[in-house]
């Protein structure tokens, strides 16, 4: 097929873009042209602003995408830009969206009411609340509208162009080379500088949500793409065990040749980023529907995908990172207060 992925040159793209060539399927990147990551042979590379995406409907026209991957829609606008400059053009769109739509997960950061079954499938209930983001700082995805960010709103965007039908992948946590978030960093960084203890809210340490190692997504998202029989599905991605979080950090130590251990706190003994979630409601992502329909597995087994992580985290350690995040002074104390030192 002749495919388009629009934002292909992040943390993800890359290895989606390399997927489909691989498989002899042709592959466009469109992009700013900002990141300029090694792509594989053959992948044709074409500049634009994503922004401004009808401005460019003459020349997608000339190539014909059969498929489009949209990557980055992160507004209802976006959405709205992408299926107007696509509709009569391509065959289908695959759109990348958040399992941050489910209800559970409005729940945990308390912008939703109440605690609802942490089970989830495809169709398991929306949060009722908007754009969960609006006044939250998160340094890592600065160059997103935070503000008008709602991928629930997304979805129905591309759902609603009926012309252009759609495949929706709603993501977990993704974790790997790559990561703007840093998401394995802080659990590392304690690790390497020398601390046998790593003291966590008990909340915190039992809370499972779901994770996904970014070559594993990639290839759910290659998946979506080149089976006409994801057209119209919804498919969520995660590992098959949606682990506690204190068991992932044990499996980045295990990477990571740490040798510690994991000290649960009682609620309100350690400052934190935990503090404005609630942890007892718990995001158990299935992920059996695009295993069955498509045939999806996890293809890099998790140790080496924790290697390669611990190993691209040690050497691209964020630009800044904030004292007080990593006040041990404080840790130790809330662990002496606890009698767990």
Partial sequence: MNVLILGGTGFMGPHV???LAGHGHQV????????????????RLLTGDYKHIGDYREEFGRFGPDVVLDMIPITEQDALDVTGAFRGIARRIVAASSQD?????????GVDTGLTDPRIHEDS????????????????YSEWDLENYD??????????????PATIVRLPMVYGPGDPGHR???????????????????????WRGPQGYVEDVAAALAL????????????????????????????????????????ELPKGLLPGP??????????????????????????VPRTEALRRTVEWERAHAPDSVPPEAFDYAAEDRAMERAGLE
């Fill in 17 to 19: 873009a390399r997927r």
């Fill in 28 to 43: 466009t990147v469109f992009s700013r042209g900002k990141r300029r990551p090694p792509l594989a042979e053959g992948i």
């Fill in 101 to 109: 739509v489910y209800l559970a997960w409005g729940c945990v950061r």
């Fill in 125 to 140: 209930p929306l949060r009722q609340s908007r754009y969960m983001y609006r006044g939250v700082p998160l340094p890592a």
């Fill in 151 to 164: 991928k629930i709103l997304v979805e129905r965007a591309f759902q609603d162009c009926v012309d252009l």
């Fill in 184 to 206: 394995v960093f802080p659990w590392l960084k304690r690790m390497d500088d020398g601390r046998q203890a790593i003291p966590l809210e008990s909340g915190a340490a039992r």
């Fill in 224 to 263: 979506a793409v080149s089976s006409d029989a994801a057209t119209g599905r919804v498919y969520n991605v995660a590992e098959p065990d949606v682990r506690p979080t204190s068991d992932f950090i044990r499996e980045i130590g295990a990477a990571a040749g740490w040798n510690g251990r994991i000290v």
């Fill in 274 to 299: 935990w503090d404005p979630y609630r942890m007892e409601q718990h995001v158990i992502v299935d992920s059996s529907r695009i295993r069955r329909e498509l045939g999806y597995h996890e293809i």
